[in-house]
């Protein structure tokens, strides 16, 4: 089966500017996941989506974050404006319903901003 | 919040040797999940093994195993027969019960294996 896919691969922003990151789950799974991965550090949470729903959005930095998943298939994620803090790698995961067999994730999309 | 601590920040194991990743989590619901994952430098997160917290049987996947300790709140990885394309980053994730407020996987910072000739 295809993967998650995930583009773009690299994004180089200045700060202040706005920049998305597109996501399209494995055929099938109901839930995504987006997570940011700072260098040095695992992933943490930024939301998740049961279909076209929100489950947890509890750590999305809402001022300047946010994410879609409208006909809960494929998912964007934008930053405006965008900090310095936020260059990471942004991982998309699907899994089936609650993932209780497990997560795909895709290769994920690094972002530097300067 | 349940918190994920691996705290070897970089292991190395010589080519056919074993070795062990550690991992604790504090968590206090009684049923659980708990993985470990591994990431190459494609970044791509590949799921090595899992295991329920409910089953006392150590989970197995061909070379790699866990001992899973409940009541210390322990979770390490042992990889036997090191190989080469092992070198990676490993990550131990927790993930909780059903509830309504998601499953999302919380993940420990890692431990950078390292596998030399």
């Known amino acids: 089966e295809a993967g998650v896919a995930q583009s773009p691969r690299y994004k180089i922003i200045e700060k202040r500017q706005s920049v998305a990151f597109w996501c399209n789950p494995i055929?099938?799974?109901?839930?995504l996941y987006w997570y940011q991965q700072i260098l040095g550090q695992g992933p943490k949470l930024l939301i998740q989506f049961q279909n076209n729903g929100v489950v947890d959005d509890s750590q999305l930095p809402k001022d300047r974050f946010s994410a879609e998943r409208l006909k809960g298939v494929d998912s964007t994620l934008k930053i405006q404006p965008a900090k310095l803090e936020d260059s990471a790698v942004y991982l998309c995961?699907?899994?089936?319903?609650?993932?209780?067999?497990?997560?795909?994730f895709g290769s994920g999309t690094r972002l530097t901003v300067v | 919040a349940q918190t994920v601590t691996q705290s070897q920040p970089e292991m190395s194991v010589q080519e056919a040797e074993t070795v062990t990743l550690s991992c604790t989590y504090d968590t206090s619901e009684s049923d659980y999940y708990l993985f470990w994952y591994k990431q190459p430098p494609s970044r791509q997160m590949i799921l090595v093994i899992r295991?329920?917290?409910?089953?006392?049987q150590n989970a197995t996947e061909n070379r790699f195993s866990v001992n899973f300790q409940k009541a210390a709140k322990s979770f390490s990885l042992k990889i036997s027969d090191s190989q080469l394309g092992d070198a990676a980053m490993y990550f131990c994730?927790?993930?909780?019960?059903?509830?309504?407020?998601?499953?999302?996987?919380?993940f420990g910072k890692g431990t950078s294996l390292l596998v030399t000739p």
């Open positions: 295991q329920e917290a409910y089953k006392q």
């Open positions: 994730a927790y993930r909780r019960p059903n509830s309504n407020s998601g499953y999302a996987l919380n």
């Open positions: 055929s099938g799974h109901a839930t």
């Open positions: 995961a699907s899994s089936l319903d609650t993932g209780f067999y497990g997560y795909t």
